[in-house]
């Protein structure tokens, strides 16, 4: 059973920045595709970013350029580093692990999921 854990949420000021981190349980978490998506209040969940086995990345056009994913493989870790935080990125965020190790959008496509992490960015 592959385990994950989100931390790194909080509240923060508009224009500041967090980093999340994401812990993943397994072996063998440098096969798999990682994801952060996010889910805010009456929304449905989006995706954020996704980062590949590989280490290729994609995301939403409402954070890119604002936003980084990272992994750690020594470490079974994935970041996502966000700057330039705008109110509208307030929500819960999300970690899912793909055992497929290729890039995925949707979230029906990943494996296993953390129980999310609240990011507050105030005006």
């Known amino acids: 059973q592959v385990q994950v854990v989100e931390s790194g949420g909080g509240l923060v000021q508009a224009g500041g920045s967090l980093t999340l981190s994401c812990i993943v349980s397994?072996?063998?978490?440098?096969?798999?595709?990682m994801g952060w998506f996010r889910q805010a209040p009456g929304k449905e969940r989006e995706f954020v970013a996704a980062?590949?086995?590989?280490?290729?990345?994609v995301y939403a056009d409402s954070v890119k350029g604002r936003f980084t994913i990272s992994r750690d493989n020594a470490k079974n870790t994935v970041y996502l580093q966000m700057n330039n935080l705008k109110p509208e990125d307030t929500a819960v965020y999300y970690c899912?692990?793909?055992?497929?190790?290729?890039?995925?959008?949707?979230?029906?496509?990943?494996?296993?999921w953390g129980q999310g992490t609240q990011v507050t960015v105030s005006t």
């Open positions: 899912a692990a793909r055992l497929s190790g290729g890039l995925a959008t949707s979230p029906e496509i990943y494996d296993y």
């Open positions: 397994g072996r063998t978490f440098s096969t798999y595709a």
């Open positions: 980062i590949s086995r590989s280490g290729g990345t």
